[in-house]
């Protein structure tokens, strides 16, 4: 474990954050958004942009509302209104605007601290060599009341260290992605 931490890999404990968007998708009304929160169907324009909304609804921090144009921006669609802005501003909430839409407004909504990195080996490291190692490992959100609310602790990546002995101890030479926990060997 020593070794994945202070390795090529350079695991940042850093705090994680996630943004939330107050403005859904343009043209979007709330129905048809809810309506694509499970399924593939415009995947980019709805679920990628607007798919932390659910646990939060879900959670009762948020409520979805059909706009009218102006508010957001013409011709009105479906936005989130957080349910108590005070105690989410407490909690670490920072408004933001960001990215435009194709009307030309500036989007506007929320960037959330949800935990911080960790890092889990959950099997024992194999030898492959003399001197070689394997090692799965993973790299998830140990989260905060934000981040249970918004699904963080779903945010896993799966990888495997190759490690090589040396005078010092052992010591990480490649990593590589695994696409869940059983292409790790």
Same mark, same amino acid.
Not at 20 to 49: L, M, N
Not at 70 to 88: F, K, Y
Not at 117 to 131: C, F, G, K, Y
């Given at each position: 474990? =020593?070794?994945?931490?202070? #390795?090529?890999?350079?695991?940042?404990?850093?705090?994680?954050?996630?943004?939330?968007?107050?403005?859904?998708?343009?043209?979007? #009304?709330?129905?048809?958004?809810? =309506?694509?929160?499970?399924?593939?169907?415009?995947?980019?324009?709805?679920?990628?942009?607007? /798919?932390?909304?659910?646990?939060?609804?879900?959670? /009762?921090?948020?409520?979805?509302?059909?706009?009218? &144009?102006?508010?957001?921006?013409?011709?009105?669609?479906?936005? =989130?209104?957080?349910?108590?802005?005070?105690?989410?501003?407490?909690?670490?909430?920072?408004?933001?605007?960001?990215?435009?839409?194709?009307?030309?407004?500036?989007?506007?909504?929320?960037?959330?601290?949800?935990?911080?990195?960790?890092?889990?080996?959950?099997?024992?490291?194999?030898? @492959? &060599?003399?001197? @070689?190692?394997?090692?799965?490992?993973?790299?998830?959100?140990?989260?905060?009341?934000? /981040?249970?609310?918004?699904?963080?602790?779903?945010? #896993?990546?799966?990888?495997?260290?190759?490690?090589?002995?040396?005078?010092?101890?052992?010591?990480?030479?490649?990593?590589?992605? &695994? @696409?869940?926990?059983?292409?790790?060997?």
């Amino acid at each position: 474990m =020593a070794s994945l931490t202070r #390795s090529l890999i350079t695991h940042d404990t850093a705090t994680v954050f996630r943004r939330v968007w107050e403005d859904g998708p343009p043209w979007f #009304s709330c129905a048809e958004v809810i =309506a694509k929160f499970d399924g593939h169907a415009d995947r980019a324009a709805v679920h990628d942009q607007v /798919g932390n909304w659910r646990p939060l609804v879900i959670a /009762g921090w948020l409520v979805l509302r059909d706009t009218s &144009a102006g508010v957001v921006s013409e011709p009105g669609w479906c936005a =989130a209104q957080l349910t108590d802005l005070a105690r989410l501003n407490s909690r670490g909430w920072i408004t933001i605007e960001r990215d435009t839409f194709p009307t030309g407004r500036r989007r506007r909504g929320w960037t959330v601290p949800v935990g911080r990195p960790q890092i889990s080996v959950d099997t024992r490291p194999r030898l @492959t &060599a003399n001197d @070689t190692a394997s090692a799965p490992f993973v790299v998830s959100v140990a989260v905060n009341v934000n /981040g249970a609310a918004l699904g963080a602790d779903r945010d #896993s990546v799966y990888r495997e260290a190759m490690l090589v002995r040396t005078d010092e101890g052992w010591r990480v030479i490649s990593a590589r992605n &695994a @696409t869940r926990k059983t292409d790790v060997p």
